[in-house]
């Protein structure tokens, strides 16, 4: 089992950026690839993004794309979450996860998590 951990949340106003990183330990990132995923209050949790290892390949959910960019390196176990143009409903807990088979956008089947960082943006 891998285990996960997040950083860089924080509070940020409106229109400004945080970066999160995940670091794995235990064993390396391997497997199909690496997403993020959040869970506001009250709400259920969605993906974020996701990055494929085998080539690379990105994905987005259509509410970050164009502000967010997931970038990953394998070999050296981290996986970060640049965050552009936040807005108040980017608030929530940021997750990052392993999964070992398709389907990044499959928020609910991913294999080991991490413990979560806080990012609250205020208007």
């Known amino acids: 089992q891998v285990q996960l951990v997040e950083s860089g949340g924080g509070l940020v106003q409106a229109g400004g950026s945080l970066r999160l990183s995940c670091a794995a330990s235990g064993r390396t990132f391997s497997g199909y690839g690496v997403g993020w995923l959040r869970q506001a209050p009250g709400k259920e949790r969605q993906f974020v993004a996701g990055?494929?290892?085998?080539?690379?390949?990105?994905y987005y959910a259509d509410s970050v794309k164009g502000r967010f960019t997931i970038s990953g390196d394998s070999s050296k176990n981290t996986v970060s979450l640049q965050m552009n143009s936040l807005k108040p409903e980017d608030t929530a807990v940021y997750y990052c996860a392993t999964r070992t088979r398709p389907g990044l956008r499959e928020e609910s089947t991913y294999d080991d998590w991490g413990q979560g960082t806080q990012v609250t943006v205020s208007s």
């Open positions: 990055i494929r290892w085998s080539d690379g390949g990105t």
